[in-house]
């Protein structure tokens, strides 16, 4: 399965906020320096750090307006303005979810912030009015063809949405409910009280929930990361979960339930187990170190390119050379494509394997490009040397400029597939990884 719609929306949200990536211990200081300098007499310093939660992004916005309540109002309107004078985006659920929770006092300045950003937003609803735009966007509007902003248009509602949203969920006609945009909407407006009725969804095998519950997370409230792992130990395992589980604080616990889960399944699908091995991979060796032998089995029956990728993908991550000698053969094989059944296909002769192939369709340059990142970060710059998304561009443009035609990724790839099978094969009997830093290394 691959995400589409509000829950992808739900989830590249999340992928925002800060608890999330490689970068996180750094992000998350220069978010709580800056929310620091928020309370600086200096008027310039105050500004100055405004703007940079803004130049954050929204986990940080939301982090900053939870943790603003103690500023006076001059300091406020420092970071207001900031907020809604900033570019790159403009959205009122920062302030309307951190309104939840907030003193009153804050709360209502919060409500007038997000209103500033977005007239829709904040303000004093009745029960009734909330339940009725819930019902609005959930149910009577369920069957238009275009459902964008149909989450937002509940989220903006504030916490107030949330028992109204889990009322048609758990309700006589849920079957009803447009479920995804449900799921979405709660994401950014669920607090910690919310936890039990999420994790009662969850284990009845609605995965929507996880994400709502990874929010819960990464905010640092135990009781949601419980509610996650309990649920793969009662054998529920997805895409949604596996993305949940993620920001989960206790790497180790995730990694021996979601390997129990498995193991208690019949025939773990590919989708299960590429799911299962990007999770193993972003834990790291000292978590998931053990998962090595499980992922090397698991690759050599992947029969999917996006299975192989993940899974050597994660081996490599983990200090597996056959994760790193599949990654070597997968750039260099292209896209070959495949017999899918419909009209288009039928008299079009079946792709020629190579023999030796990984696997019959070939890879897409979306699974040969990351490959290649990687690789090159194993490798070393004497190897390869991708440039940087900017430096790629304005080479590009350069070439343009010059009258040439500029590098594709396909040819981008292509040498880097060249560079990957020589280093191979002089290489990979002094290849060696160190666990405690994650990096490879080549001996002398």
Not at 20 to 48: H, K, T
Not at 112 to 129: H, S, V
Request: charged share 25%.
């Amino acid at each position: 399965m691959r995400l589409r719609g509000p829950l992808l929306v739900a989830l590249v949200l999340l992928a925002a906020s800060p608890g999330w990536g490689d970068d996180d211990a750094d992000r998350n200081a220069e978010v709580r320096a800056s929310i620091a300098l928020l309370a600086s007499p200096d008027e310039a310093v105050r500004a100055e750090a405004a703007e940079r939660i803004v130049g954050l992004g929204h986990g940080a916005v939301e982090e900053a307006a939870r943790g603003s309540a103690g500023l006076d109002d001059a300091a406020w309107k420092t970071f207001a303005d900031a907020c809604v004078s900033g570019k790159g985006w403009a959205s009122p659920l920062p302030f309307v979810a951190a309104s939840g929770t907030a003193p009153e006092a804050h709360r209502k300045r919060l409500l007038a912030l997000a209103a500033r950003i977005d007239p829709k937003a904040g303000g004093e609803r009745t029960r009734d009015e909330v339940a009725a735009i819930v019902r609005e966007y959930l149910v009577d509007r369920v069957g238009e063809r275009c459902s964008t902003g149909h989450d937002l248009a509940i989220s903006r509602l504030g916490h107030a949405a949330v028992p109204e949203v889990f009322a048609l969920l758990r309700g006589d006609e849920r079957k009803h409910v447009a479920s995804s945009t449900a799921y979405a909407a709660l994401v950014p407006i669920v607090e910690r009280a919310d936890v039990p009725v999420l994790r009662e969804l969850l284990h009845d095998g609605r995965s929507g929930a996880a994400a709502s519950l990874a929010r819960l997370q990464q905010r640092g409230f135990p009781e949601a990361a419980d509610a996650l792992v309990e649920a793969v130990d009662a054998g529920r395992f997805d895409e949604r979960i596996a993305k949940a589980l993620v920001s989960s604080p206790d790497g180790a616990r995730t990694v021996k339930a979601v390997r129990a889960c498995l193991a208690r399944r019949a025939a773990p699908s590919e989708e299960d187990r590429s799911q299962a091995a990007e999770l193993f991979g972003k834990f790291g060796p000292a978590a998931a170190g053990e998962t090595v032998p499980d992922l090397e089995t698991w690759l050599a029956a992947s029969q999917k390119p996006w299975a192989i990728s993940s899974i050597a993908t994660a081996l490599v991550r983990l200090g597996s050379a056959k994760g790193v000698e599949t990654l070597v053969r997968l750039v260099g094989e292209d896209d070959r494509g495949k017999k899918c059944g419909c009209k288009c296909c039928v008299g079009k002769p079946a792709p020629v394997v190579p023999p030796g192939s990984l696997c019959a369709e070939g890879f897409g340059i979306w699974e040969r490009w990351p490959a290649t990142k990687l690789l090159a970060e194993v490798a070393g710059r004497d190897v390869f040397v991708v440039a940087t998304e900017d430096e790629i561009d304005a080479a590009r443009d350069a070439a343009r400029a010059a009258g040439r035609e500029p590098e594709s990724t396909e040819q981008l790839v292509a040498r880097g597939a060249a560079a990957f099978h020589t280093w191979w094969a002089a290489s990979k009997e002094r290849l060696a990884f160190d666990p405690a830093s994650g990096r490879w290394s080549v001996g002398k």
